[in-house]
C-alpha cells in the first residue's frame, strides 16, 4: 500500500482516540510540546543541542480549528511521530500573561508578544532555522508560518519541507506540495 493510503487509512480509522487533553488555560497538550520558560534564544539552543528544529504553535482558548489539527492531524501516527522526532515544539497562549522573550531579547506577556509578531489566527505555526540574527523578532526569523488549520496531507508537507530546508531552494512550498501529493497517489 503507498504511503498515500496508509496515511488515508489512519486518518480515517485511527486517529480520534488520541485526542490531546486541554490543559488548565484551555489549550490543547501533547507529549511533544515542551515546557520551557519561553525563552526562543533558550529554546533554538536546546532545538539545535537535540539536533532538531524549533516550532512555535500558537493557539488560544475554545479554538475550534486548534482542535481540528490536534483532533484530525496531530494524532495521525506518522505526522505525530514526525513532529517528535524532527521538532523542538513550544506552545504560546495568544491571551496568555506567561512572559517569552523574543530573538531580539525583547521581554513581554504572550498576548502581547503575539500582537508583535502579528499573528491573527490560531493555530499559527512558526518554523524557525537553526541560526537566527541577535536582533531578529520571531516574525522576521521565520522561515515558514502556517496561519490556520490545515489537512493532513498539507501539514505534513510542510513539516517535511522545513525539515529538507526547502526554504532555501528554488521550489517554493506550493509546488514541493503539489509535487508530493502526486508521488503520495502513485
Known amino acids: 500500500m503507498t504511503r498515500f493510503f496508509a496515511l488515508l487509512a489512519t486518518m480515517i480509522f485511527g486517529f480520534a482516540a488520541n485526542a490531546a487533553e486541554l490543559g488548565d488555560d484551555g489549550l490543547h497538550k501533547t ?8 525563552d526562543l534564544r533558550e529554546d533554538l539552543e536546546e532545538a539545535n543541542a537535540e539536533g532538531k528544529r524549533l516550532m512555535v504553535i500558537i493557539e488560544q482558548r475554545g479554538c475550534l480549528y486548534c482542535r ?44 502581547d508578544m503575539v500582537k508583535r509578531w502579528g499573528a491573527l489566527f490560531t493555530p499559527s505555526i512558526y518554523f524557525f532555522p537553526q541560526e537566527v540574527a ?23 508537507n510542510m513539516l517535511n519541507w522545513v525539515v ?16 508530493k501529493l502526486e508521488e503520495q497517489k502513485g
Open 31 to 38: 507529549d511533544w510540546m515542551r515546557d520551557t520558560f519561553k
Open 164 to 179: 529538507e530546508k526547502g526554504y532555501d531552494g528554488d521550489e517554493p512550498f506550493q509546488k514541493y506540495h503539489a509535487r
Open 134 to 156: 541577535e536582533d531578529a523578532t520571531a516574525a522576521q526569523a521565520a522561515v515558514a508560518n502556517m496561519p490556520g488549520a490545515f489537512s493532513q496531507f498539507t501539514t505534513f
Open 68 to 111: 481540528k489539527m490536534h483532533e484530525e492531524v496531530f494524532v495521525v501516527p506518522e505526522i505525530e511521530a514526525f513532529i517528535e522526532d524532527n521538532f523542538f515544539v513550544v506552545q504560546i497562549n495568544m491571551f496568555g500573561d506567561v512572559e517569552v522573550t523574543d530573538f531580539d531579547g525583547t521581554a513581554m506577556p504572550e498576548k
